[in-house]
Structures are given as structure tokens and as C-alpha cells.
């Protein structure tokens, strides 16, 4: 089994797993870097995963699914391509062999959910969609921050060696946010270099691991005394909710 990010748009990844033969995608916002992957590639694409309502990862699915006869699976209650089979919490996904349970993580949108595997080439592996990003999180445009946060702790509850396949490349600028929320966090400034060289060669600095965003990303590390810290210092925020919807209010603006 293999794991390829696709670019597409400015910094979108629409991730890609194939066995030699056989492929599923998610979230394909584009269906041109697809087709000519499959292509190059020699594979059948058997299924679509999709994670939210956006353009950025539905607008290729129409086509996939003409080119390819692929099967759509996607959140129940948003309004993707259709025909698709609706899922959310608790439901598996049968893909290319492979297992993958649905979780429900409202915030960036109302309807948002995020596909599990627990065994995927010996580690777990999560599609998070727009939910978590290497160092951030998604902006609030459907939820609330009670329901951003909850969504956040069901991922930092999966396992640390969870491969994490966020779908944009918005890492470096994250991680500067993030520097200025804990300037003192060292694990964190030794990523971001090693992210920077990561880009300085155009690589992807994705997947991530949860155990590595546990230990730099701001967003999972709200309830930490040095960021809610720094969060008091800028506002009174009353509890933790308060603290999360600050810290991403900064974010907004920064
Ligand atoms: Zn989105
Ligand atoms: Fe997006």
C-alpha cells in the first residue's frame, strides 16, 4: 500500500493510497492532478472519501466519478456531488481493503467528519480534512469553538504514531503563529526548521503525527500553562472554551 499527497490549487494535498493497482482519494477538489496520477500510475480509482462541503475538496469528484465510475462516500449531513453514501460517527468505510471509521468534527464546517484507519502499513493513519493542520487548525466558519475544541481532543486522543494527512500545505505559516504563542516551546522551534528545509526542497512537510502535533500545535495545547498564559495575557478569557476561541480569534488576525 502506498500514501502519495497530490498538489493541487495554491496548497491544497488531495491524498492518494493505491496497492499497484487499485486507488482511493479524498477530498479531490480537482480532478485533473488525479486523472494524471492514475494515469502515470497505471491505477483504477474504486473510491472517493470526502471530508467537507468545500470546493477546494469536492469540485473534482463530478468528473472522477464520470472518468472512473468511483464510489463517493462523504458526510451525511453536508451537501456534496451526490450519488454518495452519507456517513458519520461510528460508521466504517470499507475501501480498497482497508477499514476506516467515521468521526464526526464539526467547527470548520457544521457537518465535517474525519476518516480513521487504525492499521494502514503498520501505524494509523487519519484524514482530517480542513479539521487539524500541522501546527493549526481550521477557521470557524460553520461551528463554534466548544465544537472546534471537542473536535480537536477526539484527535489528540488517537494514537501518537497516528500518520496525520491534513489536506493544505499551510504548515510554515502556522508554525510562526505558533512561535509566537509559546516562545519558549523548543520542540517546536526544532520543528520549524526542519519544516523550512522541507520546503526549501519543495517538499510536502505532511503527513504529520498526532504525538508531533501534540507537542507543537498550539490548537491541541490550549489547556497548557504556557498558552493559556499567553492567552491571558492578551484577554480575560474565563475558562476553556474562552481560552480556545481566543487563541483562534488571534490566529484570524495574525
Ligand atoms: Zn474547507
Ligand atoms: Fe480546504
Given at each position: 500500500m502506498h500514501l502519495i499527497p497530490i498538489p493541487a490549487f495554491a496548497d491544497n494535498y488531495i491524498w492518494l493510497i493505491h496497492d499497484g493497482q487499485d486507488a482511493l482519494v479524498v477530498d479531490?477538489?480537482?480532478?485533473q492532478p488525479v486523472l494524471d496520477t492514475l494515469q502515470s500510475l497505471g491505477l483504477q480509482l474504486k473510491n472517493i472519501l470526502v471530508t467537507h462541503h468545500h470546493a477546494d475538496h469536492v469540485g473534482g469528484v463530478a468528473l472522477l466519478r464520470e472518468r472512473t465510475q468511483a464510489q463517493v462516500t462523504g458526510p451525511a449531513g453536508e451537501d456534496i456531488p451526490q450519488p454518495a453514501t452519507g456517513v458519520g460517527a461510528g460508521d466504517q468505510v470499507q475501501a480498497l481493503g482497508l477499514n476506516f471509521s467515521v468521526m464526526d468534527v464539526p467547527g470548520?464546517?457544521?457537518g465535517h467528519i474525519a476518516f480513521y484507519c487504525e492499521a494502514f502499513e503498520g501505524a494509523p493513519l487519519l484524514f482530517c480534512g480542513d479539521t487539524l493542520f500541522s501546527g493549526g487548525c481550521g477557521r470557524l466558519f460553520e461551528g463554534t469553538p466548544a465544537q472546534m475544541l471537542h473536535s480537536l481532543d477526539q484527535f489528540a486522543a488517537l494514537p501518537g504514531n497516528t500518520r496525520v494527512c491534513c489536506t493544505h500545505e499551510y504548515t510554515l505559516s502556522n508554525l510562526r503563529f505558533a512561535r509566537a504563542v509559546e516562545p519558549g516551546n523548543e520542540a517546536l522551534a526544532h520543528y520549524q526548521s526542519q519544516c523550512e528545509a522541507l520546503r526549501a526542497q519543495g517538499?510536502?512537510?505532511?503527513?504529520?503525527t498526532i504525538s508531533t502535533e501534540l507537542a507543537i500545535n498550539p490548537f491541541l495545547r490550549s489547556r497548557q500553562a504556557s498558552v493559556v498564559q499567553a492567552m491571558q495575557a492578551r484577554e480575560a478569557a474565563a475558562d476553556e472554551v474562552a481560552v480556545f476561541a481566543a487563541l483562534r480569534g488571534w490566529k484570524n488576525v495574525f
Open positions: 479531490p477538489g480537482d480532478a470548520h464546517t457544521a517538499q510536502p512537510t505532511l503527513p504529520s
